[in-house]
Structures are given as structure tokens and as C-alpha cells.
């Protein structure tokens, strides 16, 4: 006999998505439940459409009204409508009380931090299991956290950011949720003490995987709480979010000093204009987003280490990210795998697997980083124990950390437009031919200086630690730029991802083109290296191998 599962906010931004995945099981009767019957019935026919397995239904329901529910007997009851700021527990209860079990995907800190008192009793005694904040946050963000640290001698700082697309749908339940908190008081753990920000302050941006550079600032969710309850941190615990554009980002900024002033008491009632306004940038973003969990301590040697678990979500993919750790849950309790009873909180109940596999359809992806931030090898300290698995050649002369020589063979290729050639001689770069090679490596505190000999051609670059995970600086007199370092089978990649002239950053699109690699073929170092610019063609390249 299938079970009956009623999805309550089944039409909105989060709970369609949830509605779709759920709508793949053949074990279940999928109730679709929200206040207007005709999205009900667009929704519905648009899962018909997809290949439904389940058996599906519609049903008109009121989440304020929680009387309704002993009517439709259901077995499970997942509130995905929100938002659940300044939300009770009469649905929750009312869901136990008839037997059913009970998912949520709340993201309101005082209704996570209250929801075990408020359903334990009930739930004990109904012998169900009822479960809050099956979301990205705190599910998805514990998961993967638990994995980051695993081993660690000592946790000193996390964070938490999650930054979705511009043209990611926003819904007024959404909306209402961020603004509830902008320019209020909102207590953290940073500094090694508990004290008090405002909402929707402490700008600061990330690089994040997938995304590129993204402005963040303070909110609130329950991670600020749970963070600290469930890990032995020892400095800060901070949960931020981020809106793109940047210019949205800053809008909302400039907006919550009208209630930190006490012109207003809160944004929270110009929900609609304020979303209806959001949407005219939607044109300046793009359709992807994504999130970051960070973290710094000791690992298991006692050595300093920071580590960064990333997700990014291409083609407007994100949205699917918050209902999956629901899913994940609901499909644990339909296979009979989750045995526990009582009021819990989705925090450590899931693992990241658990998760990521409600998301394999979608183009989303996700990477681990971690840095050994003392080591004085510049690759070994952006890879961390990553660099061990690359093969011997690369490890050698990236790993080095003292100053080494390594003699080889190259040949150049110069670019024969004008400007190619003024980059040549400005930088001292070869003629196009066949060349002995020298290079010798002089580390320092902040990173390395490469010194490259092609024949009596000397041109030499230093590589610079930005305190940004796996990325780097390269300098070449007054240009500098910036590039993310990746692991391959066969050694390493690094790709461009800013640049700036004499310190002003300049934009990507009239960047130079480049092109770096680093491998180990048959025992010996080999490296490609090609710049070019689309206006010019071809500035400079390099293929050559050293001997270690």
C-alpha cells in the first residue's frame, strides 16, 4: 500500500521542486497541498507530464488552519510554504497528533532553536519522528562541515555562505524571510564570545568556486546557534548570505541602516515592492548560485589548516539545493532506514552523500579545498593533502620549498603583432625557438619567485599566497594576476580569474587569455604555458620539461 505523503506549500519556489523530486517514487500517494487550487492543478499536470510514479492527488489547505489534517490521514507531512520567522508549532503538532510523521525546511532561528521543546513530548508519545530544518541550512551545512573537520585536533573558526543567482526565482515567503532580520540585532559567536551584530552587515566578499567573487554580509539562521552547540569552536561562527548583483547586494545594505537608525522598525512589510524592485536587476546576474562552508583549526598532526567545501549550481539549477536535504529525509523514512523517534533537529541526521544524491540530475557540483597555510611550498600549501596524490615530477619541483634549481629544454613561440612584441621585450620573454632552460626557484614568507632562463633570454615572476584557499597571485611588474590552482590526473591547472593593473582591478573581458599547465609525463616535469589576447592573437608560449 502506498504512503501518504502531504506536501504542504507544494506550489511554491522550494516546495515544487521537493514535489518533483518526490513525484519519482512509486511507494508513495504524493499530496499536493497549498492554498489555490488551480497551481495545484498546473503543478500536478506538469508532474504527469515528467513521468510521475507516484500516485498524486490535490488538495486546498491552509497551513494556519492545522485542524484539517486528521481528515487527510496523512503518514508524513512536509511543510515546505514558510516562512516560519515569527512562526508557532500548531501544524507540527497537529501533524504528530494524528500520527504522521513530520518534516520542515525552516530556516527561522527562534523555530529550530524551540521546535525540540515545543514537539518532544508529542511525538514521544504519538511514536513518530518529527524533524525541523531539512534545508541547506542547518542539514546541508552540517554534512558537509562534519566531513571538512573529520580528525581535526581543534576547530577555530567556520562560516557559512550561501549566494544564489540573480534570476534565481524569488517567492514573497523568501523575501519576507531575509528582511525580517536586516538591521536587527543579531547575536553571534565571533571573537571567542557571544555578542551582537546587525543584520545584513559585515560586507565581505568570497571567492567562490563556480560563481567568481561574490559580496556577502551577516544573517540570521539557526546555524549561528547550532554551529557552536554541535563543534568545538573556538573563535567564530558566522552564517552569511549574498545577493547578486553586487549592486542589490548593496542596495539592501544602505536600506538596513533605516532600521538600525530607527527610522523603521523593520523592512519587512515592503516585502513585495522591495522583491518586485529586486527583479529589474535581474538582468545584470546571472542563473547561478551556490554555497560555501569554510572552515580553519589544526588537523590531526596539530599543523594550521584552512578547508573550504563548495557548491555551485549552474542554469538556474540552485533552487533545487534547499529541499534536497528533505528529500533525503523523507526517502530514509520511506525505505524504513531512519528509525529514530521524537522532536530533532536536522543537523547531523543526514550525511552529505545522503544529500548529493537528491541532486544528481541537476547540474550542480561541488569541490573540496583545503590549504596548509605554514607550508613553505606554495602549491603544497594551496593543495594540502591533496598535493600528495599528484604525481612525483610535480611534486618535486612544486613542493620543494627552499631554493632549488631545475635545468631542461623548452621551445617558445613569440606573437608577431606589435604588441606582442613590446610584451616580449618589456618582460624579457624568448624569441620564438628551441632553448636550454634554467629556472630557479627562491622561496619567501608569501609565496615564490620564479627566475626562468630560456638560452640569454632571463624573465622571472613571483608567485604570491592571497589568503583565498586554492588561489594565487602571479606578478609581472605591474600587472598582477590572480588564478585558481586545480589538481589533475597528471599534475596541475591553474585558471585566470582576475587581474588588476598597477593595483586597480581591470575587468575580465579585456584580460589576456591564458593557458598554464604543469605535469609529470614519464618521470619528468612537463610545463605549457600560452597567453594570447582576442583583439591581438598570440602574446607569448612555452612547452618545455625539466629534469628532477
Known amino acids: 500500500m502506498r504512503r501518504r505523503v502531504l506536501l504542504i506549500g507544494a506550489t511554491g519556489v522550494f516546495g515544487s521542486r521537493l514535489a518533483a523530486m518526490l ?69 507540527a503538532l497537529a501533524a504528530v497528533r494524528c ?31 518529527a524533524v525541523t530544518g531539512a534545508s541547506s541550512t542547518p542539514a546541508l551545512s552540517h554534512a558537509a562541515l562534519e566531513l571538512l573537520v573529520e580528525g581535526w585536533r581543534a576547530i577555530d573558526a567556520v562560516t557559512v555562505a550561501i549566494s544564489p543567482g540573480a534570476r534565481a526565482p524569488r517567492g514573497v515567503a523568501v523575501v519576507q524571510a531575509i528582511l525580517s532580520y536586516v538591521g536587527q540585532p543579531v547575536r553571534v559567536f565571533r571573537n571567542g564570545a557571544w555578542g551582537y551584530a546587525a543584520g545584513w552587515s559585515g560586507l ?12 556577502t554580509s551577516i544573517c540570521e539562521t539557526p546555524d ?27 542596495s539592501l545594505s544602505f536600506l538596513s541602516l533605516s532600521v538600525r537608525s530607527g527610522l ?29 562552508v569554510e572552515a580553519s583549526g589544526e588537523d590531526a598532526q596539530g599543523r594550521p589548516i584552512h578547508a573550504r567545501w563548495s557548491l555551485w549550481a549552474d542554469a538556474g539549477a540552485g533552487p533545487n539545493t534547499p529541499p534536497a536535504p528533505a528529500a533525503a529525509l523523507v526517502r530514509a523514512l520511506v525505505d524504513d532506514r531512519e528509525t529514530r523517534r521524537g522532536a530533532l533537529v536536522c543537523a547531523g541526521l543526514l550525511t552529505r552523500g545522503d544529500i548529493m544524491r537528491e541532486l544528481a540530475a541537476f547540474p550542480i557540483h561541488t569541490r573540496l579545498d583545503e590549504c596548509h597555510v605554514n607550508d ?66 627562491m622561496p619567501d614568507r608569501g609565496g615564490e619567485t620564479w627566475t626562468r632562463q630560456f638560452g640569454v633570454f632571463r624573465f622571472a615572476s613571483r608567485l604570491a599566497d592571497t589568503s583565498q584557499m586554492t588561489v594565487f597571485e602571479e606578478q609581472f611588474g605591474p600587472l598582477r594576476f590572480a588564478f585558481d590552482l586545480r589538481q589533475t590526473a597528471r599534475g596541475v591547472v591553474w585558471t585566470m580569474v582576475r587581474w588588476s593593473v598597477l593595483g586597480v ?28 589576447h582576442p583583439w591581438v592573437g598570440l602574446l607569448f608560449a612555452y612547452r618545455g620539461e625539466l629534469a628532477c
Not at 565581505?204 to 559580496?215: C, K, N, T, V, Y
Request: glycine residues 10%; proline residues 7%.
Open 23 to 91: 513525484a519519482a517514487w512509486p511507494e508513495i500517494e504524493l499530496v499536493l497541498a497549498a492554498r489555490g487550487l488551480e497551481a495545484l492543478n498546473v503543478l500536478s499536470a506538469s508532474l504527469l507530464a515528467q513521468g510521475s510514479r507516484a500516485q498524486l492527488k490535490s488538495q486546498v489547505f491552509d497551513r494556519t488552519r492545522p485542524d484539517a489534517l486528521a481528515g487527510l490521514r496523512p503518514w508524513l507531512v512536509v511543510d515546505a510554504a514558510g516562512p516560519f520567522q515569527n512562526s508557532g508549532y500548531d501544524l
Open 99 to 129: 500520527g504522521a510523521h513530520y518534516v520542515d525546511l525552516a530556516d527561522g532561528r527562534a523555530f529550530v532553536a524551540g521546535f525540540k521543546n515545543a514537539l518532544a513530548g508529542a511525538a514521544a508519545e504519538a511514536g513518530v519522528l
Open 204 to 215: 565581505r566578499s568570497f571567492d567562490m568556486p563556480g560563481l567568481g567573487r561574490r559580496l
Open 224 to 250: 549561528l546557534d547550532l554551529l557552536p552547540q554541535r563543534f568545538p569552536i573556538q573563535r567564530s561562527a558566522l552564517f552569511r548570505a549574498g545577493l547578486e548583483p553586487a549592486p542589490l547586494h548593496l
Open 264 to 292: 523603521i522598525a523593520s523592512l519587512q512589510p515592503f516585502a513585495g515592492l522591495l522583491r518586485l524592485i529586486a527583479s529589474a536587476f535581474v538582468v545584470f546576474g546571472s542563473d547561478r548560485g551556490g554555497m560555501i
Open 376 to 441: 613553505p611550498a606554495l602549491f603544497r600549501r594551496l593543495l594540502g593533502r591533496r598535493f600528495d596524490a599528484l604525481p612525483p615530477a610535480v611534486r618535486t619541483v612544486h613542493g620543494a620549498g627552499e631554493p632549488t634549481v631545475f635545468t631542461g629544454r623548452a621551445i617558445a613561440r613569440a606573437g608577431r603583432s606589435l604588441p606582442a612584441r613590446i610584451t616580449r621585450l618589456l618582460l624579457g620573454l624568448p624569441r620564438s625557438g628551441r632553448h636550454a632552460v634554467k629556472v630557479t626557484l
Open 505 to 532: 582591478p581591470a575587468p575580465l573581458w579585456i584580460a589576456p587569455r591564458m593557458h598554464a599547465r604543469a605535469e609529470d609525463v614519464d618521470g619528468r616535469y612537463r610545463f605549457c604555458v600560452a597567453v594570447a
